[in-house]
């Protein structure tokens, strides 16, 4: 059975904290754990960002867990991957499958970040 999801859209014009921030507020609210985050555009034309949540049960636990967002966009093959061995060394496993290259927007530009999950 898939899980229940919840979706969000965030404005282009972020910076990496604030989606951070978001995120981190959004599975709160939602209850939910980041599940993926992609470029997409309303039904206005204007650019955003699409996060999706995959939903926790009421009767399941729910420890907040945090998310450690990084910005990627100019970094070479070989700093994203020393990037991931040193957050899997801090037991921060990807917070989604992709989420070493989820394409969203900061400051109106495109960019790539990778996000980890505290472990």
Known sequence: MDPETETNDYPDNGTLDDLSRTCMGDEKGFRGRLAGLERGQNEAGENGIHATYNIV???KPF???K???FDITNASADEVKDLTVKQLALKHPLAFPDADAA???LQKKEAVVAVFREG
């Open 57 to 59: 049960p009421d009767d």
């Open 103 to 105: 394409e969203v927007f």
């Open 63 to 65: 420890p907040k867990k």
């Open 67 to 69: 998310l450690f967002f």
